[in-house]
């Protein structure tokens, strides 16, 4: 059995070590909100924090996050209006919106860490998240929102 | 409208099976104060007695749930099919909440006869009978308030969500109607001709709306086919057949019987099922899995290098003749006589979906009926094809709509659910069925690759007087419907052909495209901007191509080709955006592209014009694109907000298939087998993009392919401004480019 807790509540895998972090999330606990794109952290769809760093739950076994904190996109904030989700909206980036979980994680890493990224800094720092819609340019225009407007 | 013949060339098979007593159409009704949707939906999964059509529920205290008849992939129909009833219901926006409706007959989109999104007709087909039924929903309110007041119906009229009784000065909100009103026996009959709103009094149409959908797929919330749980459900995955046509001689499945949390291993046609009690058991037990697959299908000698090469070959081969697609005066005649003849050819290959979501469906079959969780395109056809696979009635099976991730065409075939059914029945429990994305794409539905050939004829001074385009490849439609389906519509296989005409430069008077086709051995789908995708491309650069022989101005020639008013302000438009004429800075150059798009084009169509500025590492081949802009005209726009994310994405997904995009096989198998290899255009590589929307009269026309066709020509045109190189093979990678550079 391994502990960790996931949007600040206790969470246990009965799952073998070595199961990939994504599956128990959205199987075992049914955090659904975090997706599976493509297995072999090529997409970023899956994207979730742990202890804050972005990680692709679809590469990382479920033992690394042994008494860690996992956060999904159903912890980023307890009400949904997390700045980048405020924004997300304002800019109305989602079409199919499969992919965004992944990004609104990935994208929320980088503010954490840098208030006011310059737009190269956001290209950089979300180059390895696809989205099939091509809603890339909303992206960053939602991030530089969240960024202004905190 | 849209004419019996040409919607019959859509019209697939589910029209002709018996559903349900599909053939009563459309008919409108509302429930009140029934308790909601879920009234709505009871009294409408009661059937045709009542023949109650419950688009709309209108609630006591106000809240108004109108239904959403088409699935929701990404292209906005969930906020903007609502948004047209509630504008003839005269509905507050603010109040209206929007539900993903039942599939059922009453839903189904007037054109195919099922509840269906392809070919991005799901707003022309479903604009008037949503008009009809919010203008039915609003009579009954009015009809109720002058009954209860003592005034005339006609004294009477509405504000949104209230209606107003001028000569007294007496108002009345719609939930408070609600709580008094009764269904009426008979519904009111609409005349669509006296009983609708004036464009000029539209409220809601016309104005940018927000998605209904953006918070829910912002906070994790939304609901996708994968998302689906049902109580004692096993997990699957499945592996198909390499090669179309084939499936597995044997398995190891005994060994993988045996590994941790396997439930079972499912023989299936067409492939091999791993059961297990969880994914991540199914997936990793699914790599042991060994399968012998059936040999000596057509598909195994697929090589697709080698194939292209016989594709040019039959192309140039006049003997090899086409299936005519569209003629216009005597094309061939004209190019006989013609005082010189151009020739250009154009190759575009294969291309993946690559939709975000893996495909997916999870079952439960029970003897007393069927449920189906799935994201799909084709809810109908869905409830069809897993009856037929059962065989038992299709009244038996019930799909639940869910989200896509992703459609483009790949989800518009069902064999997911019919698969998730299959193997649900084997295990006897529920069974969700994922595919790993190798295994999606190793047997992906793909655009199939084409060559084409393109003979101009013109005049002594410069006129184009006839015009060839021979198509190479496949058949599309047999595969996504049945066997026989295009020779059934009038033979033209309307998925690979479209765009093969040229309605627009009607002064090009002698014009005939022809399918020349290839033995079917892919497996093949509709893909966003179906053929259109490559047509255009062909066509826009031999255009290209000719102006330049002409030393004609590029947009200036396209416009020596029109007196379309519609087409001739699209150019004119992007001309203006994209200071077309004017200096550029060093090392970039523009490319200019024009497209019609529809499969009812020329009589309903929608139109594009657009202009690439892009910048070329000589080294090492990378195409950048700094700037797009386009000018796009779709008749009368519904959602203008939702216009403008649709032109955005395809315009991406245009310039994501012309510079990166390839599926390759050797020996029948897809050589690529994830994203690193499949590659898809990426943030870094995006231009900044610039559309206007060209408002125009009704029907809205098709906008969710619009941005595709123009994108590859663009760039190539914008290449050989730069260059004086063509590029004529999509999609344009390094190596392409580099040879073209040295060429």
Excluded at chain 1, 53 to 77: D, F, H, N, Y
Excluded at chain 1, 123 to 140: A, P
Excluded at chain 2, 407 to 414: E, S
Aim: net charge positive; with cysteine; hydrophobic share 45%.
């Amino acid at each position: 059995m391994i502990q960790f807790t996931v949007n600040g509540e206790d969470a246990r895998s009965e799952q073998p070590p070595d199961t990939p972090l994504l599956w128990v999330i959205r199987d075992e606990l049914g955090y659904t909100g975090t997706k599976y794109g493509c297995g072999a952290a090529q997409c970023g769809a899956c994207t979730v924090h742990v202890d804050g760093q972005p990680v692709r739950a679809c590469v990382t076994p479920v033992s690394a996050a042994r008494g860690r904190k996992v956060t999904t996109i159903e912890g980023l904030s307890a009400t949904g209006d997390h700045p980048l989700q405020r924004a997300w909206i304002a800019e109305q980036v989602p079409q199919c919106g499969y992919c965004q979980s992944g990004q609104i994680m990935q994208a929320a890493a980088l503010l954490a860490k840098n208030k006011r990224p310059t737009r190269a800094q956001i290209v950089q720092h979300m180059n390895g998240n696809l989205c099939r819609c091509g809603t890339y340019n909303r992206i960053v225009r939602a991030i530089e929102r969240a960024a202004q407007e905190g | 409208m849209v004419e019996r013949d040409e919607a019959r060339l859509l019209d697939f098979n589910v029209s002709r099976r018996a559903f349900l007593g599909a053939s009563a159409g459309l008919t409108f009704a509302i429930t009140l104060g029934l308790g909601g949707a879920g009234g709505a939906r009871k009294a409408h999964a009661a059937g045709g007695a009542h023949a109650l059509n419950a688009y709309v529920s209108i609630e006591p205290n106000g809240t108004i749930r109108i239904q959403a008849p088409a699935p929701e992939m990404g292209q906005g129909v969930m906020t903007g099919l609502p948004l047209i009833v509630a504008e003839e219901l005269d509905a507050d926006w603010s109040r209206v909440v929007v539900e993903q409706s039942p599939i059922a007959p009453a839903y189904h989109h007037p054109i195919f006869k099922a509840q269906y999104v392809v070919a991005s007709i799901s707003t022309l087909g479903y604009f008037m009978p949503l008009r009809v039924a919010g203008a039915q929903a609003r009579r009954v309110l009015i009809d109720a308030v002058a009954e209860k007041w003592g005034v005339p119906a006609a004294e009477l009229a509405t504000e949104p969500s209230t209606v107003v009784h001028a000569a007294s000065g007496r108002k009345i909100s719609y939930g408070e109607v609600a709580a008094f009103a009764k269904p009426p026996a008979h519904p009111p009959k609409i005349d669509p001709a006296k009983d609708l709103k004036p464009g000029d009094r539209f409220r809601l149409i016309g104005r940018p709306v927000e998605r209904v959908d953006v918070v829910a797929k912002s906070t994790g919330r939304a609901a996708y086919g994968i998302d689906a749980r049902v109580p004692g459900m096993a997990y699957a995955t499945l592996v198909r057949a390499p090669v179309r046509g084939s499936g597995p001689m044997s398995a190891n499945a005994d060994a993988v019987r045996k590994l941790p949390g396997v439930v079972d291993v499912v023989m299936l046609g067409h492939g091999v099922a791993v059961v297990a009690d969880t994914f991540a058991a199914a997936l990793k037990a699914r790599r042991q899995l060994k399968v012998e697959w059936k040999k000596g299908l057509p598909g195994d000698a697929i090589d697709t290098d080698r194939d292209l090469e016989k594709y040019l070959a039959d192309g140039r081969d006049m003997k090899h003749t086409g299936v005519v697609f569209h003629s216009a005066g005597d094309a061939a005649g004209a190019i006989k006589g013609a005082a010189r003849v151009m020739v250009g050819e154009y190759l575009s290959d294969h291309v993946y979906h690559a939709q975000m979501e893996p495909m997916n469906s999870t079952a439960s079959v029970r003897p007393d009926g069927v449920d189906i969780w799935v994201g799909t395109q084709a809810p109908t056809r869905t409830t069809l094809d897993v009856a037929a696979a059962l065989g038992i009635g299709a009244d038996k099976v019930h799909v639940h709509q869910h989200f896509l991730g992703g459609g483009f065409g790949r989800r518009a075939t069902v064999e997911a659910s019919v698969d998730a059914a299959l193997i649900a029945k084997a295990v006897g429990r529920p069974v969700k069925l994922v595919l790993s994305r190798e295994d999606d794409l190793a047997a992906g539905t793909f655009r199939p690759m084409t060559t084409q050939r393109i003979e101009a004829g013109l005049d002594a001074s410069g006129r184009i007087v006839g015009w060839r385009q021979r198509v190479v490849g496949e058949l599309v439609g047999d595969f996504v419907y049945q066997p026989g389906y295009v020779e059934k519509s009038k033979n033209r296989d309307v998925i690979f052909m479209s765009g093969a005409m040229l309605p627009y430069y009607e002064k090009v008077a002698n014009v005939q495209s022809e399918h020349v086709r290839e033995p079917e051995r892919t497996r093949v789908a509709a893909w966003r901007g179906i053929g259109s995708g490559y047509t255009k491309f062909a066509i826009e650069s031999m255009i290209d191509e000719i102006a330049h022989a002409q030393k004609a101005d590029p947009l200036a020639y396209r416009l020596s080709l029109t007196d379309h008013p519609r087409a001739r302000r699209v150019l004119e438009k992007v001309a203006e955006m994209s200071g077309w004429g004017k200096q550029r800075a060093s090392g970039t150059a523009l490319g200019l592209a024009f497209a019609e798009y529809g499969l009812f084009a020329p009589k309903i169509g929608s139109l594009v014009a657009a202009v690439a500025e892009i910048s070329v590492d000589r080294r090492s081949g990378r195409i950048r694109v700094h700037n797009y802009w386009a000018a796009a005209d779709a008749g009368l726009v519904v959602n203008p907000a939702g216009f403008q994310a649709q032109m955005e994405s395809a315009i991406v997904w245009g310039l994501s298939s012309a510079l990166k995009e390839q599926v390759t096989m050797t020996n029948g198998v897809v050589q690529q087998s994830n994203f690193h290899e499949y590659n898809i255009l990426r943030m870094s590589e995006v231009p900044a993009i610039h559309v206007e929307i060209l408002r125009g009269p009704p029907p809205p026309t098709m906008v969710g392919e619009l941005g595709v066709p123009s994108a590859a020509p663009a760039i190539a045109n914008a290449f050989f401004a730069l260059t004086g190189k063509r590029l004529r093979h999509v999609p344009f990678t390094p190596a392409r480019v580099q040879a073209a550079l040295k060429a």
